[in-house]
């Protein structure tokens, strides 16, 4: 199958050659047809799919007819993260050059002015996180009731981040006779349940089981000692022995401080490092991303939240400092590697505290993963309070 057979517009498809792109990827084959004909699509799929063009590709068919009215988006696409809504975006102008529309991005850390006078022009395709959105729309300077399709992305991690109330609102300030575009990686209750509220008979297309991790991936758990300056030593000594074979590689800390504190001392040890926390503000984070995606750094240490969704192709190695509390997060995180076609290596950092969360993710995975040099019954813990390292 090719893109020809989906149904889209020819000016779509000549957007999607000049990208490089000849065939559609499961879920793009699966998501499209229905889309076009207007149908409601629940699309399981992870990061990493091919999923985004998946709605950005009809919506450009479907949006060739038509105009948008000031203050009166005509379809709303709602993201979790700053980086994800400005990642559509860009989808939006690579595979929309052939077409004159009006695109809004409303994200935190980007000024309302520049965002009212984009809206007050008339957006056809408005972008935003939840919590910006409401903000314009209380301050009056947002209509919804010309929605007429309306994506939501990244369902799960909206729900990690409290969301949900808000895309309820969202959903109720939207004509009924929209067309609703929902994607998710997983499929926990509460997502479910939204379904059931918001969307009207929907095509349910699934790609690759939740908990699948890709076989292109070589994974390892590596035995540490418990104390910080152990596991960075640990890390340390992984990064040196994989050098001849890493390119670049994402390191994931559970929280932002220990972003913060392996950020600092890998800059003190001499590793072109960056880092990803959610408190840095909108142009620092797209910066640092641009660097890492360039090849100018060549580690980049993210917590779960900052990461999610980011779209960076070619990553040779994924080390898990922290042993992920969600076992869910084992598999998004560890998915940034192995990417098309491509394969990669993943090393997790475990301490004796770690056994109950590994357990948890071998039974998700459905496999055992092995160990890099001997599991945790030979760890030896680094003695009394050591100056940390």
């Known amino acids: 199958m090719t893109f020809t057979d989906l149904g889209l517009s020819p000016k779509v498809l000549s957007a999607v050659t000049d990208a490089g792109y000849a065939k559609p990827t499961p879920i793009q084959a699966g998501a ?10 629940l699309g399981i799929a992870q990061t990493g799919t091919g999923k985004t063009a998946s709605f950005v590709l009809p919506m450009l068919t479907r949006l060739e007819k038509g105009r948008a009215r000031a203050r009166m988006p005509r379809t709303l696409i709602l993201e979790p993260t700053r980086e994800l809504a400005a990642q559509v975006e860009e989808n939006f102008i690579k595979y929309g050059k052939n077409h004159k529309l009006n695109i809004a991005l409303l994200i935190g850390g980007v000024s309302f002015d520049e965002q009212d006078k984009k809206l007050e022009r008339g957006a056809d395709v408005l972008i935003a996180t939840p919590g910006r959105l409401l903000d314009h729309r209380e301050r009056g300077k947002l209509l919804l009731n010309g929605v007429e399709i309306l994506v939501i992305d990244e369902a799960d991690r909206m729900l990690d981040m409290g969301f949900i109330p808000d895309i309820e609102r969202i959903c109720e300030m939207i004509p009924f006779t929209r067309q609703t575009l929902f994607f998710s ?6 997502i479910t349940k939204l379904t059931e509220k918001f969307l009207h008979a929907p095509v349910r297309v699934e790609v690759s089981k939740a908990a699948s991790t890709a076989t292109s991936i070589t994974q390892r758990l590596v035995k540490s000692g418990s104390k910080p300056w152990d596991k960075r030593e640990t890390l340390r000594n992984l990064i040196k022995a994989e050098d001849s074979d890493l390119k670049n590689a994402i390191i994931f800390c559970n929280r932002k401080v220990e972003v913060s504190e392996l950020f600092r001392s890998l800059l003190k040890h001499d590793f072109d490092a960056g880092a990803l926390h959610g408190d840095m503000d909108q142009r620092a984070r797209m910066q640092m991303l641009a660097n ?28 898990n400092y922290d042993v992920p509390i969600h076992a869910e997060d084992y598999v998004h995180r560890i998915g940034r590697t192995g990417r098309a076609g491509r394969s990669g290596k993943s090393f997790t950092i475990a301490t004796k505290s770690d056994t109950k969360y590994i357990d948890a993710i071998e039974r998700l995975i459905g496999t055992k993963i ?3 040099d001997g599991d945790l019954s030979t760890v030896t813990e680094s003695e009394g309070d050591d100056a940390p390292r």
Do not use: C, N, Q
């Not at 047809?33 to 409601?40: C, E, Q, R, T």
């Open 292 to 319: 890492f995606r360039d090849g100018k750094l060549r580690y980049l240490v993210a917590s779960d939240v900052a990461a999610r969704g980011l779209d960076i192709p070619d990553v040779s190695h994924v080390f």
């Open 32 to 41: 499209i047809p229905h889309a076009l004909l207007g149908k409601d699509v």
């Open 370 to 372: 092995e160990w890099h």
């Open 185 to 190: 990686a997983t499929m926990p209750p509460e």
